[in-house]
């Protein structure tokens, strides 16, 4: 079920006795935990990175000193899976857990708290593996990371929520600077609500506050230039400018993004899960959002315009390393030429 599923259930019934929580998201995993914890308000904690199944269910089955109703939160769940392929491998855990099942603890919610793994890429067979061995448990819930939309319209309903006067675009920027980030976007928006005021929320802002903004400002410069955006390119570039920004390691993001971006191209990549997945093959390791990134920028640019692009930014560098004008000049030519 979705954790929107979940909190809809415990809203009208009891919670079941036990639950596999499984998937990265941070953000309404924390929404379920505080949901529960208003239904049960203690709670047990157990690691399986430094106990057993076994004796996470044998203090399951044992009466508390203090309440008859608590919830048993279990971390690192994946832990529990054997760590060999033996057939008898992890089958006194599987068998102990079957056992708990068909008769539960009354008054105990258990909780087995997977966040280690993706659902796609690499870690697709992983998180399957996790899925089998808990399959004895009924009532499963799925953390999987927002995507882009849903990052953005939370981040509007939580600017709203806490008065945060911000606009479309820098709700845009924030959102890319914090790669659709559920968890980290609702800190950020805290934080930028008690630092502005009142007043309206801009670029220079997120750019000061926000993580990783400023690195997002060079992908934006990526991004107008691949629509041909001469205004908003020289805004992004002047950004960096103010930002105190070394124009030499701004190009060589440049020159890196559109390198991957023709390696893309050239084998076909569409999506940025594929892009993940490729470049990780090839012993380059590549996150999520950058992957997102590289998505954009070949859809932004033909693989003629990435080639051009790539002459341009050379030539550049090299203007860069001359005995030279202003690097802010060489940057400027540079944007013209790749808007013109």
Known sequence: MTPEQFLLRIAKNSPAPVYLFIGPDAYHRNA?????????????????????????????????????????????????????????????????????????????????????YEFEGEDKAKIERVQRFYSAIPDYVEFRPFTLEAARQLAKDLARAGGLNIGLAEIGLLVEALASDASRIAIEIEKLALYAGGRKITADDIALMVPNARETTIFALVAALGRADRKRSLDSLDTL??????????????????????????????????????????????????????????????????????????QADRALRDARPDDRIVMEELVLSLTA
Request: aromatic letters at 8%; a negative charge; proline letters at 3%.
């Open 32 to 116: 379920c935990r505080k949901a529960l914890l208003e239904r049960l308000p203690e709670i047990d904690r157990f690691d399986l990175d430094e106990t057993s199944l076994t004796s996470v269910l044998d203090d399951a089955r044992s009466l508390s000193l203090f309440s008859n109703e608590r919830i048993i939160w279990v971390s690192s769940a994946e832990a529990a899976l054997p760590k060999t392929r033996a057939a008898d491998a992890g089958e006194e855990d599987a068998a102990a857990l079957q056992s708990y099942l068909q008769r539960p603890t009354p008054g105990v919610v258990l909780i087995f708290d997977s966040s280690r």
């Open 241 to 314: 400018l103010r930002d105190g920004e070394y124009l030499p390691l701004a190009l060589t993001f440049l020159a890196t993004q559109f390198r991957l971006a023709m390696v893309a191209h050239e084998a076909k990549l569409h999506t940025s899960q594929q892009v993940q997945t490729y470049f990780t093959r090839q012993g380059i390791r590549i996150w999520r959002d950058r992957a997102e990134q590289v998505c954009q920028t070949v859809s932004a640019f033909s693989k003629e315009r990435l080639a051009t692009a790539m002459d341009k930014v050379f």
